[in-house]
């Protein structure tokens, strides 16, 4: 049974620093896309960024470009985010997805993914 669990979110000032992690177990073959995506109090789950964990190709979109860093520790099944630079704009719930397979052209979408982890608040101030 895949499971992924999220940490590292919490409260920070505008301008601040985080780093979520996902631990990743359970997946029945050793290649999958794993994600973040977030959501926000009224809004849509939005992805942020994904990567293969074959190859360790990275994909952004515009919400997770430029601050938002994506990486794994394959030894450790870990998929973090680095997030640097925040505003209060990013204060969501953070989320793991993963799915097996390469990331397709559409990782962007929520449908794209089966497997979810509960999520990580990240809450930033102003």
């Known amino acids: 049974q895949v499971q992924l669990v999220e940490s590292g979110g919490g409260s920070v000032r505008a301008g601040g620093s985080l780093r979520l992690s996902c631990t990743a177990s359970?997946?029945?073959?050793?290649?999958?896309?794993i994600s973040w995506f977030r959501q926000a109090p009224g809004k849509e789950r939005e992805a942020v960024a994904a990567?293969?964990?074959?190859?360790?190709?990275?994909h952004y979109t515009d919400s997770g470009k430029g601050r938002f860093t994506i990486s794994q520790d394959n030894a450790k099944n870990t998929l973090y985010l680095q997030m640097n630079s925040l505003e209060p704009e990013d204060s969501a719930m953070y989320y793991c997805?993963?799915?097996?397979?390469?990331?397709?052209?559409?990782?962007?979408?929520?449908?794209?993914?089966?497997?979810w982890g509960q999520g990580t608040q990240v809450t930033v101030s102003s």
């Open positions: 997805a993963a799915d097996l397979g390469i990331c397709g052209d559409s990782w962007a979408r929520e449908a794209y993914f089966t497997y």
């Open positions: 359970g997946f029945p073959h050793s290649t999958y896309c």
């Open positions: 990567i293969y964990n074959e190859n360790g190709r990275k």
